[in-house]
């Protein structure tokens, strides 16, 4: 497939008849784009560029800053392997360029390129996200700017009428975005691409849900297009499971439909996975070529399925290689002994649950599948770790209740659930997080906080003011219902109980940094008195201790 994908020389302006612009190497038919003939800006991409005819479309994939240390983008490299050697693709990782604008800027400015895509997570990824993309649409008005991930797709609107991302591709882009990059280089209209949601003439124009792809037939994901800027291993950092961890997604989607969930919205209760054994396959290959002995399951629920979790336990045995994954409380409570026995000897070490309350009614109102309950987490909690494998409960304070007063109760009853289990099993490792809602469209909940007075920005520039991103970091949520007296409360708490169980998972606290912390924290814990923990606060400061809620657990570059 050919595709003109030149960025030609934006001073003179671009003509909007279709032959003008083929003549100049520009991209043909941008259905639904809204930059058309703006001038440039200024930058090395003002200077004349040749227009020459590409023999592959070319995009620049950009992952902005999440994380202090670097870690593999797999939502870009399960997008660029699904392009395959069709496209030239070159990807930029904001975690690991000191200044990523200047590394865009001058890929661009070589007039290669005729698509830029973003990965956008909430939170502070959109602070480079937002600034970068509206630079290259100023900058490059002809290239296609295209959103993809969880932010774009939760909220398509506040994204298109910033009026400089020209796509935004919901849920999975395996299919979409080569669909779309197809289409605009033929000068096909995308409505029948599904997946994708634009504008055109002021109308967002949706085209419905895409289907998801088949994970057995996903190619091997490119690594070589990191290691052409950064050596493999510094996307391999050292945490607590290993000294290489190599962060792995191996199932889109997620089977349930618990009403809170952002994952609900893109995926709508489907779910797709690739098989165990090309799992154990790509884990082993990550061994042998990489020296990788540890693997942090992202998958939004990789315990979906005993059979296949069995398995990958059954090949990954005596294989040296850790791992930790996500899963929920009622599935893995219904395996059987013999299997959590084989995933503790196949290497696994730590799970993540969404434990989210110990109070019935409240997991009745977000919709856990209807089969967790408050004593069910308390018992797996002490299965679990009988069979040496540690739960990591992840905790939601905060929901909406009808009065002041019952907010507060419920707060106070889960503060005390979570101490209670503590007591009886102290190993578990505690997350805790302020409700912040997500549009699950028809949910209760959704009701609940709209009825409450709750709205989401309609802007983007309002979703990167410091008070939403606090809120998209499960911090401060901005929320009617919660009075800033609670918020202070819950983090109190948290500073508190952190303190008094400092997580296994900051493995450069050593056994007296540790026990400093547990002695300090021992009066407000007894004595239930939170408030204000200044001297806790200042403890962890200087222990310089990873929030495991917004960072994932402690990581050391490699
Ligand atoms: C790894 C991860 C992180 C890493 C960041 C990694 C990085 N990018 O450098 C860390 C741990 C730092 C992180 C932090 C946070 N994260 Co995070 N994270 C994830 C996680 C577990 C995996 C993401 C991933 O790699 N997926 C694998 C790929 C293959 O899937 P994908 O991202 O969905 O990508 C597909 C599509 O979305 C689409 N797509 C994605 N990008 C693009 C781009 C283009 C151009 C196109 C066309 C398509 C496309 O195509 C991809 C392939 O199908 C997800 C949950 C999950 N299981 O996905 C949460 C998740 C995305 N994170 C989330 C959140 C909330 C956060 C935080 C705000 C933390 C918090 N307090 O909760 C922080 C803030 C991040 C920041 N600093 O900005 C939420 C988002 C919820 C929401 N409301 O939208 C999720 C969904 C977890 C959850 N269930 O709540 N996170
Ligand atoms: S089980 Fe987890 S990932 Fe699945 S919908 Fe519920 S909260 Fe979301």
Redesign the pocket.
Known sequence: MECSSVIGPKTAGVSADPEVQAAVGVPMHFYGRRKGSSPAVGGAAASAAVPTLRPKPAIL?F?????RTG?V????L??AAALGDGYDVELVDG?LEPDPWVVIERLLASGRFGFF??????????RQAVPITRQVSEHFPLVVT??????P??HPQAVLQSGWVDYV?Q????G??PALLAALCAGRSPDQIPGLIFQRSGEVVRTGKAPL?NLDSQPSLPLKLLARRHPIKRYLPRTFLGRRTH?M?TS?GCPFMCAF???VP?YQGRWVARSAELVADDVLQMRDMHGVDAIEF???NFFVAEKRVRAFAERMRGQGVTWWG?GRIDTLDRYSDETLSLMREAGCRMIFFGAESGDDEVLAMVDKGGRQSGEQILRFAARLLSFGIIPEYSFVLGFPRPTEAEVWAQIHRDISFIRRLKDQSPATEIIL?IY?P?PTEGSTLQQHSQAAGFRFPSTLEEWVSPSWESF???RNPLTPWLTTAMVRHIHDFETVINARYPTRTDFTLGEWGRRMMQLASLPRYWSGLYRRPLELKALQRLRRYTRP????FYAEAN
């Open positions: 994939l992952n902005p800053w999440a994380t870690r983008p797999n939502s870009l399960h997008i975690n895509g973003c990965t956008v997570m909430p939170g502070p990824q959109l295209i959103w993809g991930g969880y932010f797709s939760n591709v849920s999975a882009g395996e979409s975005l792809p962060a997604h889109m969930c952002a994952v893109l992202t998958d939004n996500e997080y912040s997500v998209d970091l499960h809620e917004v960072e994932g």
